[in-house]
């Protein structure tokens, strides 16, 4: 599905050059679980922004289904993110100012999905995950664990292919952080390819696949061990 | 329904309700005064424009000092002693100069009706010859013939309209002097110009005491005492003198010892006959029945006595009848010429203004026959006017002098570049006719430029301080739209990520920005509206043009939204990720 070959990253900050990611090797399939992890400053999020096309890589290709997208024009790599990807944040970031449904609404409306349509299908995927009875709160009134089962229903609002999850549960106690892990699990074996980072060692070893990093660089990457035992 | 981005900035802007008012203030004040600078600047310019393309403003006026302190045109008035007495002969003066494309008369008159309360005192009183018609004083501002004849009870009636007669120094002095004779005479229609005791005839006429009648006769013309002729002077000494028997109270109407200065029926040349009261009950009611008789529902109108080539300099043109022949300059006929909007009121609604031709209108005097009615001109002054032949004054000295100081001379010039010129062969050319400032030459154009000089620098003062007022204003909404967009920064990232693309973003933005500045606009238009019209009125230029006050809003707010939009830069420059570093 995604196939990242020789990817770096480099920012350029003034005098210093700071080498975010080098040489970047990973292949996601479809329906992978995959859990990235590293100390702070690895490289995890720099990944994931360019998994999520939400940045450019300074020199490498980024295959989506064999096509090569760092050149694609902006107007069309943001259709790819609002049609294929759903992102799921540590501290939720739904807009304060809409309600639960209106935030499910809001990828729909860049879709170009009816209001109404809009409106049915946020309903739905709000009852997925438990929120019926709160569709019209605002997330200031929701629990820390409610909020990111809307962030969650958003990001499942285009029926993307690839969920990228950074830190999902960082900003939950445990027993809500739980429910949103089962929440994801369930989605992936649904189908959906899920890409998680985090610090948590038990979540990573939850994950089909651990991607390790340290100082930008890919240093274990279990599913290369799984391709070559079953070669 | 809105979508849900737009929503977000809705409820956004509505949740910092402070910042937002004052961005809409912000805007509002700027384009208000922006808009009301603008409507200022293009009204003057406007109106400059169209005084000076007036006929009244390619003119060199010439007149007498007393007339020409009733011109409508600015002029500057110099101290003269005044002994000229023009007539409409001294229009000859523009055979030698070519630069004059016409000559002419004009001078304002106005015709007083039968009104409501003139018929009922009428009815009432049962007044018949040698009665009063107003049991009182006359209305005020109405001007007071005092009778020439011993009965002192009838009015003179028609005439120029220079002076308003009982605010005159005149009026005053000769009503005084001879009790209520002056006032009571019905001023009926006529020459209102040297008014009540400003005339020959106010004075002489009603004095019985010698120094009331010198106080009257100085009045003639305020301050301008016609001096005594001295053979081989000056043309304007010369009819002075003729005039001067009279006009200087003169040893045989000093000596005559009777009310009034014209013995009991020997009424001089050319003053017309008091009416005969009974003939006039009588008149009205043969009009009441004669559908061919008008009387007009108003009390007064207004308009001029003119010469011929008026009509040409104004390019008026007859809707209907004709213009004043030579003839009925002549013989001074009683007709009359009707201004539209004057025909449309004595015709009434519903009856078209030509029918009007031919029928005649009883006024005080008598009957004047409608000839003639112009079609609109375009300029309410003249719409609503009348218009009577002019002719020279004729018969007595006394009507001579009266009537001359009130007679206006206008020249006017088809190229107003050559006004001045023309104003410098005229005044030598009166110079050498009457004496060295004997009447006053006035070049309206010259002194209406002063003004709009003055104008035209006080807009552009407003225009400036109005748009430093704006671009402040601007520079401020840009920084509180700047601090949004910066405040933004986090939202804007997770709507890319979510799928908005940098041109949905600045599209966003931007809708907000011409919401606020549409809405500010709109604010500040309606505040230019009464602010424009305060400064239009505080420099006497009218009411102030809608038109302009909004095309000044629409320009402003351009302004203003172009400022509001600058901010939008930010977003331009923003990835996605770099919105998420700081998320």
Redesign the interface.
Known sequence: MITLKEINKEYDLGEVKVQALQNINLSIERGDYVAIMGPSGSGKSTLMHLLGILDTASSGQYLLEGYDITSLPDREQARIRNKHFGFIFQSFNLFSELSALENVMLPLSYAGVSFRERRDRAYTLLSEVGLSHRTHHLPTMMSGGEQQRVAIARALSNDPDLILADEPTGNLPTDKGEEILQILESLNRRGVTLVVVTHNPLQGKRAKRLVELQDGGIIRDTGLVKEAVNA | ?L???S??LL??SL?RIAESGLLLLGVALGVGAAAAGFSLFAHVQRYGRDLLSSPAYREIVVSTQDSAEEMAQPVVLRPVEERAVLTSADLSAAQLIPQISHAYVSNPARIRFLGTSLLSGLQGSGAGPGQMIFAGPPPDGAEVFPNPSPQADSGHAEGTDNRAAGGAPGAGQGASAEQSAGQSAGPIEGADGAAAGGTPEAGQGTSTDQSARQSAGQTLGGEKVIPDPTPGTTRGQSISGVAGGTGALPADNQSSGEAGAFPSGALPEGVPEPPDFSALRERITTAAKDPDILLPEVEELRGYEVTSEFFDSWNLEILAGSLFSPGDLENNQSMIILGYDTARLIAGEGTPVESLLGKKLLTLQGFRTIIGILKPAGRASLDSEFFLPYSPPAGSSTILRWRSFNTQLRFAVADPARLGETEELLTQWFNREFGEGQVVISNPRSEAEQLLRRNVGISLLVLFLALSGLFIAAVNVSNILMSRALRMK??V????????????ILSLFATEAGVVALSGSVLGMILAIPLSGAMNSALGLGSASLLYSGLGALLAGGVALLFSLLPLGEYTRL???EA?RD?
């Open positions: 329904m979508k849900e981005p929503l977000l409820r956004r949740n986090n939202q990232g997770i709507l890319m990520a979510l799928g908005a693309s940098k041109k949905g990835t996605p990720a998420f998320v």
